[in-house]
């Protein structure tokens, strides 16, 4: 396998060419990692999470592929706020619609992601977000409103997702169908303090967050599991994509105080202006977590409006 440079190698991903670290978890395993070798790595807790989720190989638009991807060491941080429904409509499909937490009003959500042990090694990705009704209901039931807003089973629309690697681009923008593309992305996270900076083409600040993280409760593992389900189109047809968090360190602050996020130039700063937030209402910052995301899976919606 040819070396690009001194510690990176090149890799094919359905005929796109990324590079990856030379000896790192993708390089050696090509997703089918090595769970007893990642269980000795002290940045990972443990590995039993992973043990249950069975990978499956699958053709994708990708190639081949494992799925479950796992992240075996994250953290997380997630503001959410309200903005008007008529604002959030204009940037959905119309196949999807929004959830509304009371009539004309809905939910969105800045997302900062830093990913230190994982089966296509380290990256950071940022994410402005709008929560959606489950696209196979017609009305919104009262039960599926309570458990959204409980975090355990949320539905979502993603209007940008900008990532720090090649491979993490080409595979969440071909694998998944996410718009997805690599800028200058730092992201710090720990019980003091939650940072965070997304880069525009220029060099300058696209988005930043700067913000005291919540005080931290830890669970064992398996015992708070959480779910996202995202939507896209991949050739024109729709797909769900599942990813299924294992929280094993977090904090939540319900309307929170001094949460510096800045606006800046950039597409991450005019998705989130064109949404029209409101108010902030809710930080939720996981300082430490595992995640398994499972390639999308072909999903019937209704028909446009």
Known sequence: ?????????????????????????????????????????????????FRRLPKTRVDSP???????????????????????????????????????????????????FRYDVCDIDFYTEAAVGVAVRPARHGRLGFVDLVAALKNEHLDSYVLSLPVSTDIAQVRGHDGYGFPKWVTGLDVGIDADRTTARVANDAGGTDLSLSVATPAQTAFPSGKRVSSLTSYTSINGAWHS??????????????????????????????????????????????????????????????PRN
């Not at 940037?91 to 509304?100: F, K, M, S, Y």
């Not at 294992?246 to 904090?251: D, Q, T, Y």
């Not at 996020?261 to 910052?285: A, F, H, N, Y």
């Open 1 to 49: 396998m040819p070396s690009t440079e001194q510690g990176a190698v090149e890799v094919d991903l359905g005929g796109r060419t990324v590079t990856v670290p030379k000896g790192g978890l993708y390089d050696r395993y090509r997703m089918d990692t090595d769970l007893d070798e990642v269980a000795r790595d002290p940045r990972v807790r443990g590995v039993d999470f």
């Open 62 to 112: 990708i190639g081949p592929t494992l799925t479950p991807n796992f992240y075996y060491r994250i953290s997380t941080a997630r503001i959410t706020m309200l903005a008007r429904s008529r604002a959030i409509r204009r940037r959905l499909p119309g196949e999807l619609a929004p959830l509304e937490v009371a009539p004309g009003l809905g939910l969105i959500s800045v997302m900062f």
């Open 241 to 302: 994509t599942l990813s299924q968090t294992n929280v094993l360190s977090a904090g939540t602050a319900i309307f929170p105080r001094n949460v510096g996020l800045r606006t800046g130039e950039g597409r991450m700063s005019d998705d989130l202006r064109s949404l029209k937030p409101i108010k902030t209402v809710q930080l939720d910052v996981v300082t430490e977590g595992q995640l398994a995301l499972h390639m999308p899976v072909p999903i019937s919606v209704p």
